[in-house]
């Protein structure tokens, strides 16, 4: 009896710490609003159109309603890093380990990084249809007279433990995927295997707060591809540029909140922010760069004022995103020079996110880099592309399956041509 009256009396306490943490983190939801008057302005505006509705109060309203609230708080409400941050060390404190957040599962890793979960197993059609449209991309390739290599990346779940409760069959997709492209004769590159070839320290291979990886291995991975093409097609490549003893490395302590860390705060994990690291060469470089973004405006000169773009660097970690200063982030088309390798190779690479910290070194090794991200814009078909510059080499890096998995599409035959005129 006594230990069943202690019990009922600790559940009792807990509720009340319950109430009393979102009481208190009410008032202080509520204080902050009412220093910004745009703020409460916003969220009228929002509560009116929900009100207004003819139709009555809908689930899609509601959801409406919900992501304008939301909208609102990020970007008007006073304080909202600070904000963050106390709702993710509380969530922290509390033991929550698993987070959703704009349709994505955020889960921290039993070493406490970063991580989302993909729950669903891709089937045979699918893994066929994407190793098909790579094997089509080949054929062109070398009918244009270039050489071709696939270099898979694998995600950061493999390097990481998810909670019991938890389904991710992202490894296994990745594995089934490139065994297709085995299958099928694809030439491959398995960055997961160069990572444990090079004993390269699996807690440092990605972002704590990111799905991405960080400057040191997007390095390393540049080197394994100009090692795999000098392997399977005598690509000649510069030693000294793929030595890392012949770079500086900047680091900004503390200062990276990646993709993950925005959605949830700084200290759901408490790694807390990311060190970053910039990457320079020692040596001389002289590059130009060119893009379909900035279309007319060129860099010029070394490889730190051309392929890093330090603008990117901002005080507030929610709105900096320090990923991006490699190549500028995710665009469409760039065009690399190697002003002191005009006699060099011509190599195209198409490539996702992960490919922006690698084109900058990979450029150390061309004459001409042209690069092509295929997923934010329609115009870009690098068929098309191929025939028309003829490349040396061409090179497909991208993370296995995954925006496949996420219901993207994996097709290099979509696209338009008006893009070209950058030539």
């Known amino acids: 009896m006594i230990i069943s009256f202690f019990s009922g009396e600790y559940n009792k306490v807990r509720k009340i710490n ?35 509705d003819d139709n009555g109060i809908s689930l899609k309203t509601v959801r409406q309603f919900c992501d304008e609230m939301e909208t609102n708080t990020q970007e008007k409400l006073v304080y909202h890093n600070e904000l963050m941050d106390i709702n993710s060390l509380k969530e922290n404190i509390s033991g929550t380990r698993i987070i959703t957040k704009d349709d994505s599962v955020i889960v921290r ?10 729950p669903r197993i891709m089937d045979e059609s699918s893994l066929d249809e994407i190793a098909d449209h790579v094997k089509g991309f080949e054929e062109c ?103 890392i003893n012949n ?5 900004y302590k503390n ?19 990311d060190d970053f690291d910039l990457i320079i060469p020692e040596f001389s470089t002289d590059l130009t ?75 150390l090794h061309t004459g001409q880099l042209h690069i092509l991200d295929i997923r934010p814009d329609d115009r870009l078909n690098p068929k098309t592309y191929i025939r028309k510059i003829k490349p040396d080499y061409v090179i497909i890096l991208y993370t296995g399956i995954t925006s496949y998995e996420e219901g993207g599409k994996f097709d290099f035959d979509s696209g338009k041509t008006e893009w070209t005129k950058l030539l």
């Open 109 to 118: 890793s039993d070493n406490g990084s970063l991580i989302a979960a993909s």
């Open 18 to 52: 319950k109430k009393m943490t979102v009481f208190v983190f009410a008032v202080i939801f509520l204080i902050t609003g009412i220093c910004n008057k745009g703020f409460f302005d916003s969220v009228a505006k929002s509560a009116k159109k929900l009100n207004d």
């Open 289 to 363: 760069e060119r893009s379909l973004r900035t279309k007319k405006i060129v860099r010029s000169g070394s490889f730190e004022n051309t392929v890093l773009h330090t603008e990117q660097i901002k005080d507030d970690p929610y709105k900096s995103v320090m990923y991006d200063i490699y190549s500028n982030g995710n665009q469409n088309m760039q065009i690399v020079l190697n002003n002191l390798k005009e006699d060099g190779k011509t190599v195209l690479i198409i490539r996702d996110s992960f490919g922006s910290p690698v084109t900058p070194f990979l450029s």
């Open 247 to 251: 770079y500086k490395i900047k680091t």
């Open 255 to 273: 200062t990276s909140l990646g993709s993950y860390g925005k959605k949830v705060g700084t200290w759901f994990t408490w790694r807390g922010k």
């Open 141 to 243: 390739a070398q009918g244009a007279g270039a050489k071709f290599l696939y270099c898979a990346v694998p995600t950061k779940t493999f390097y990481e433990t998810y909670p019991e409760n938890v389904t991710d069959n992202s490894v296994l997709n990745y594995r089934n995927y490139i065994q297709k492209l085995k299958d099928r004769q694809i030439p491959l590159l398995d960055l997961g295997d160069v990572f444990k070839e090079k004993n390269m320290s699996e807690d440092s291979l990605y972002f704590y707060t990111d799905h991405h990886w960080t400057s040191r291995t997007a390095f390393e991975a540049s080197g394994a591809i100009c090692e795999r093409l000098n392997l399977n097609y005598g690509f000649s490549y510069d030693e000294k540029a793929a030595d």
